[in-house]
T-cell receptor
Framework: GQNIDQPTEMTATEGAIVQINCTYQTSGFNGLFWYQQHAGEAPTFLSYNVLDGLEEKGRFSSFLSRSKGYSYLLLKELQMKDSASYLCAVSGTGGSYIPTFGRGTSLIVHP | EAGVTQFPSHSVIEKGQTVTLRCDPISGHDNLYWYRRVMGKEIKFLLHFVKESKQDESGMPNNRFLAERTGGTYSTLKVQPAELEDSGVYFC????????????FGPGTRLTVT
């Protein structure tokens, strides 16, 4: 089975940096996803990490440590539009790349 | 380029009735996935098509759910007969065969069974 843990809610200030952590325990591991989901909308793919280390994509970066079962999503220069739910998901062994989702972290950005 | 579309956006039906959800993936995406989010819970995988073939249907809850993708383009998910616990948001996603991890989600169909 797979167990994914992330904080339920976080708040941050516009212009600041926020780090959303995700820990996982899985029977098999292929990679780790991060998705952004605004209320009432579709989840949007942000990143997929397979190897250890930090991957940067504009204001968003994602980090993975396979040995520790740990990932984080780093959001820089926060904007009000970044208020959303951030979903951590892992895929197991094999080539299916099917994500098993956590419950998501609701990020509230205030002025 | 058009994204993944789903129809209807909302559906309210009575217990015992039948409902059919439709998903149109991004053109050229051979991978098509169905997911469901029950209120208060996480998004859960239902099944995966590669073109018209079911690659993985391990997430389908029971035989009241039937998914098809005839012709390998759009897909339908039929629930018959619907039960109260089927209420939730049903998402469809698609991806290219050579980039399966980059899934594009549709806006979802909110199903309410009363």
């Amino acid at each position: 089975g797979q167990n994914i843990d992330q904080p339920t809610e976080m708040t941050a200030t516009e212009g600041a940096i926020v780090q959303i952590n995700c820990t996982y325990q899985t029977s098999g591991f292929n990679g780790l996803f991060w998705y952004q989901q605004h209320a009432g909308e579709a989840p949007t793919f942000l990143s997929y990490n397979v190897l250890d280390g930090l991957e940067e994509k504009g204001r968003f970066s994602s980090f993975l440590s396979r040995s520790k079962g740990y990932s984080y999503l780093l959001l820089k220069e926060l904007q009000m539009k970044d208020s959303a739910s951030y979903l951590c998901a892992v895929s197991g062994t094999g080539g299916s790349y099917i994500p098993t989702f956590g419950r998501g972290t609701s990020l509230i950005v205030h002025p | 380029e058009a994204g993944v579309t789903q129809f209807p956006s909302h559906s309210v039906i009575e217990k015992g009735q039948t409902v059919t959800l439709r998903c149109d993936p991004i053109s050229g995406h051979d991978n098509l996935y169905w997911y469901r989010r029950v209120m208060g819970k996480e998004i859960k995988f239902l099944l995966h098509f590669v073109k018209e073939s079911k690659q993985d249907e391990s997430g389908m809850p029971n035989n009241r759910f039937l998914a098809e993708r005839t012709g390998g383009t759009y897909s339908t998910l039929k629930v018959q007969p619907a039960e109260l616990e089927d209420s939730g948001v049903y998402f469809c996603a698609s991806s290219q065969i050579w980039k399966p991890y980059e899934q594009y989600f549709g806006p979802g169909t909110r199903l309410t069974v009363t």
